[in-house]
């Protein structure tokens, strides 16, 4: 396969038409019907059917129709980077994170890679981690940040940190006062939303070998509102680590004997997809500035 005979493809897909494409491409027709002919020989399957005097893509064809048109876009961004004279990155990149790693971390870096490469655009998706996942593995993101991730067939992943959720009080809470560890249940539990593939915290196993059993009474999916909601209720939550730390004028730690907890932040992508020198940086500016956060906050 080769990236003209995928360029032959895609030109003849869009206007269901040989004839159209030739004279678009400026080739010969039969240039054309050769150069799909050998990819449905080295694919196996048949790409086109005939319609009178147009044709039309087969299941198969709208696959790679799908496919050949990100690599085209892939190709032509990788050759005009190559070719700059400059080092300024350029493109559209469609980037997510979980709440929290969003507006701390993800947002603030990218805008200042943005101040030095102006031919950089996004869109910036603030979402749970499930969504966040859910996203990349389908390919509607370049890349996510979110905490705890499985791996899946869908997606590539990279871990960023590690590091340990621990049990939040408000200021002043009843709790603090003796902290046993049976007088948990006695108070509400603020727990955060799981999703498919992601770490559920109130059936975390920390709390099955402490045989704990959260009483449930809020559920959230940002950890800036499970740190607004602790200030004004009786409740208690989990939260990573460096972010406790980092509110600990508004908020109380609490780590039993024997906790085990542990999260990690992750950097995901689509699974064959081309990973850019401007989100190769990205992701090393956050990793960077997620563990200066965890050592100043510890």
């Known amino acids: 396969?080769?990236?003209?005979?995928?360029?032959?493809?895609?030109?003849?897909?869009?206007?269901?038409?040989?004839?159209?494409?030739?004279?678009?491409?400026?080739?010969?027709?039969?240039?054309?019907?050769h150069s799909i002919a050998a990819l449905e020989e080295e694919f196996g399957r048949v790409l086109f059917e005939k319609m009178g005097r147009q044709i039309k893509l087969t299941q198969h064809g709208?696959?790679?129709?799908?496919?050949?048109?990100?690599?085209?876009?892939?190709?032509?961004?990788i050759r005009e980077?190559?070719?700059s004279e400059s080092s300024t990155m350029r493109g559209h990149y469609r980037l997510a994170a979980t709440h929290t790693l969003c507006s701390?971390?993800?947002?603030?870096?990218?805008?200042?890679?943005?101040?030095?490469?102006?031919?950089l655009?996004?869109?910036?998706?603030?979402?749970?981690?499930?969504?966040?996942?859910?996203?990349?593995?389908?390919?509607?993101?370049?890349?996510g940040i979110c905490f705890s991730p499985q791996s899946g067939p869908n997606h590539e992943q990279e871990v960023l940190h590690q590091g340990r959720l621990v049990i939040?009080?408000?200021?002043?809470?009843?709790?603090?006062?003796?902290r046993r560890l049976e007088d948990l249940e006695r108070y509400p539990m603020l727990a955060a939303l799981a999703a498919q593939g992601i770490e559920n915290c109130e059936n975390h196993p920390?709390?099955?070998?402490?045989?704990?059993?959260?009483?449930?009474?809020?559920?959230?999916?940002?950890?800036?509102?499970?740190?607004?909601?602790?200030?004004?209720?009786e409740a208690w939550t989990l939260?990573?680590?460096?972010?406790?730390?980092?509110?600990?004028?508004?908020?109380?730690?609490?780590?039993?004997?024997?906790w085990e907890a542990d999260y990690k932040i992750v950097a995901v992508w689509p699974k064959y997809r081309i990973r850019t020198q401007a989100l190769d940086l990205l992701i090393a500016r956050v990793q960077e500035r997620i563990v200066a956060a965890a050592a100043a906050k510890t």
Not at 121 to 143: I, K, M, Q
Not at 168 to 178: G, I, M, Q, Y
Not at 239 to 258: C, K, M, N
């Open 1 to 33: 396969m080769k990236f003209d005979q995928l360029q032959y493809f895609v030109e003849t897909a869009r206007r269901q038409h040989i004839g159209q494409a030739a004279r678009f491409l400026n080739i010969s027709p039969s240039a054309i019907s």
């Open 62 to 77: 709208k696959l790679l129709l799908d496919r050949a048109e990100f690599l085209l876009t892939e190709a032509g961004r």
């Open 81 to 83: 980077e190559l070719s």
């Open 104 to 119: 701390e971390f993800l947002t603030p870096i990218w805008m200042d890679l943005q101040q030095q490469h102006p031919a």
């Open 121 to 143: 655009t996004s869109t910036l998706h603030s979402l749970r981690s499930g969504e966040v996942l859910a996203r990349a593995g389908t390919g509607e993101v370049d890349l």
């Open 168 to 178: 939040c009080f408000r200021k002043k809470h009843p709790f603090l006062k003796d």
């Open 206 to 233: 920390a709390f099955q070998r402490l045989r704990i059993q959260p009483k449930i009474a809020n559920m959230f999916d940002s950890y800036d509102v499970a740190i607004k909601a602790l200030k004004y209720s």
């Open 239 to 258: 939260l990573p680590d460096f972010l406790a730390y980092s509110h600990r004028l508004e908020i109380e730690t609490y780590i039993p004997r024997g």
